[in-house]
């Protein structure tokens, strides 16, 4: 499925870098909570620095990708429109990303999205084609699309530029954080957060982990065995992060990150509660999980010191449904 005809950046540092200074003005420059009461509740006390992304345009660090991708198309393509298949955040970031440059969005999206995801990507303009919620039918749905419209794909996480993108939220936090940072860590659903953020802080000497629940720990699977799964049997309440991880990001987080941390349901829902109650954010299950692998045993035996920086994805939910704790 044809994407962007221009060559895309190498997958580096530099390339970040670059893809920072072309959207950094289309934006938000998300801000930095702390809590001193959750940094001392840590066996190491570790001061932890929360990258709000859940503060970002459209609710979710997806929109830095959308972003430098379009930025990277040329004006013909972008004449002809946009296309991605997501059930939530890429589709959203997608679509606002398009709306505020004048183009045409078209998202595939299954037929049992939540309601106020599918209303976020009408509100932005997108044209919405439903399909049944597998992965052939959103593949065969979108190839559809595209032979209509001529649109270009913008993939959700599997693609240097989008990957390039999303690293720029580490760029910001490692500027503007009052101290060096020891680690950080992001959730990992197809990758292109994690793989970003590990380009940013090559060579930087920041520690980079990803956090991954267990009902869908197929990238933390595939670090183990040394390859990466090609599929993953989801059931995790963690809905952003339950795609299998990218052909792409893969190869990144097996050179540049020390260790995926799996973590239950049961601690990504006690994590984002405590996020709610002490840092007063709206967060999503998925946005949660960085934190609650960092209360993880198995991330505090690893007796690292210093700041950590945990990389918040997302803030969008259902708020119709009883939150998860009730």
């Known amino acids: 499925m044809a994407s962007s ?60 990708g959308a972003s430098y991708s379009l930025e990277c198309l040329k004006e013909d393509e972008l004449a002809r429109g946009v296309c991605t298949h997501s059930s939530g955040n890429h589709a959203g970031a997608l679509a606002l990303a398009a709306q505020e ?110 956090a991954e629940p267990a009902g869908a720990d197929d990238c933390a699977q595939g670090l183990s065995e040394g390859r990466r799964r090609e599929d993953v049997q989801a059931n995790t309440i963690a809905d952003g992060l339950r795609t299998p991880v990218g052909v792409l990001n893969f190869p990144i987080i097996q050179d540049k990150v020390e260790r995926v941390i799996v973590v239950s349901d049961e601690e990504i829902t006690e994590a984002m509660r405590l996020m709610w109650e002490r840092l007063k954010l709206v967060v999503e299950p998925s946005g949660a999980t960085a934190f609650a692998a960092v209360r993880s045993a198995a991330f505090q035996e690893l007796g690292i010191t210093g700041p950590v920086g945990i990389i918040i994805s997302g803030g969008n939910l259902d708020l119709s449904k009883p939150l998860p704790w009730c």
């Open 5 to 64: 005809s221009i060559s895309p950046l190498p997958l580096t540092r530099p390339s970040v870098q670059a893809a920072y200074e072309a959207i950094k003005s289309r934006i938000h420059r998300t801000p930095i909570f702390t809590s001193s009461s959750l940094s001392a509740s840590l066996p190491g006390r570790n001061t932890l620095y929360f990258k709000a992304e859940n503060l970002q345009k459209g609710g979710a660090f997806k929109f830095r």
């Open 101 to 210: 440059r004048g183009v045409k969005c078209y998202v595939v999206m299954p037929n049992n999205s939540s309601q106020p995801k599918i209303a976020a990507v009408r509100s932005y303009g997108a044209e919405i084609t439903f399909c049944e919620p597998n992965a052939r039918a959103r593949a065969d749905t979108l190839a559809a699309v595209q032979s209509r419209t001529g649109a270009t794909f913008v993939p959700p996480y599997d693609a240097a530029n989008t990957i390039l993108g999303q690293g720029t939220a580490l760029l910001e936090l490692l500027e503007r954080a009052p101290e060096p940072l020891a680690a950080v860590i992001t959730p990992v659903g197809g990758g292109g957060l994690l793989a970003g953020t590990a380009l940013a802080a090559d060579g930087t000497g920041v520690r980079v982990f990803g």
